[in-house]
């Protein structure tokens, strides 16, 4: 089974909308964005929600300290990590909290990035959040095993095309899914969720 994650969700509605059709965990940012969050505002969306959906805190290069306290607060089931963050930071974070590290991907992927120590890697575009896709042949290089996350320029229009390609653990979506930044779309939102359905 592929799983499926909503990213920079903003608004209550959205979250119960997304729990209702069947999205398994929900991204919230805390780093420069037109979809970030207060932890308090964060948290307010969280308690929205009920116990099978998990929930994410997105940070880029934010102090360990501060993230450990949004976390407590919010609270977060993991913890994503999207900046240059080492690998020290995700090991104290993961005495805590899941931690997801993600990459940029701009080539034929970095057998590297599977020793950094995360639960799983999320794989992105060259500029997150831009809704720009990567060269799905780049994941040629990910070997078996690897709990990979998909992310970059996907929406109910291709997902297929890269599950046709490539069995990854989850995928990630944001623009893909909105009529509006930070306003998620329920028919696109179901449309994506069909697609990943026939094609995972």
Not at 36 to 47: D, G, Q, V, Y
Not at 61 to 66: I, K, L, R, V, Y
């Amino acid at each position: 089974m592929v799983r499926v994650k909503v990213c920079g969700v903003t608004r209550e509605e959205d979250a119960r909308m997304l729990e209702a059709l069947g999205v398994h965990a929900v991204g919230f940012v805390f780093a420069p964005s037109r979809r970030r969050l207060t932890p308090e505002r964060a948290a307010a969306i969280a308690a929205a929600l009920g116990p099978f959906v998990t929930r994410v805190g997105v940070f880029v290069n934010a102090p360990g300290d501060w993230i450990l306290e949004v976390a407590q607060a919010v609270p977060l089931d993991a913890v994503q990590l999207h900046g240059d963050e080492p690998p020290e930071l995700a090991r104290r974070i993961g005495r805590r909290h899941p931690v997801i590290k993600a990459f940029r991907v701009r080539g034929p992927v970095n057998p590297a990035i599977f020793r950094y120590p995360a639960d799983a890697l999320l794989l992105d575009g060259p500029r997150p959040g831009s809704g720009e896709a990567f060269d799905w042949s780049w994941l040629d290089a990910v070997p078996r095993g690897v709990r990979t996350i998909v992310a970059g320029g996907l929406g109910p229009e291709n997902v297929c095309g890269l599950l046709q390609r490539f069995t990854p653990y989850a995928v990630d979506v944001s623009s893909g899914v909105e009529s509006a930044p930070g306003v998620k779309d329920r028919d696109r939102v179901g449309a994506f969720l069909r697609a990943v359905e026939g094609c995972g």
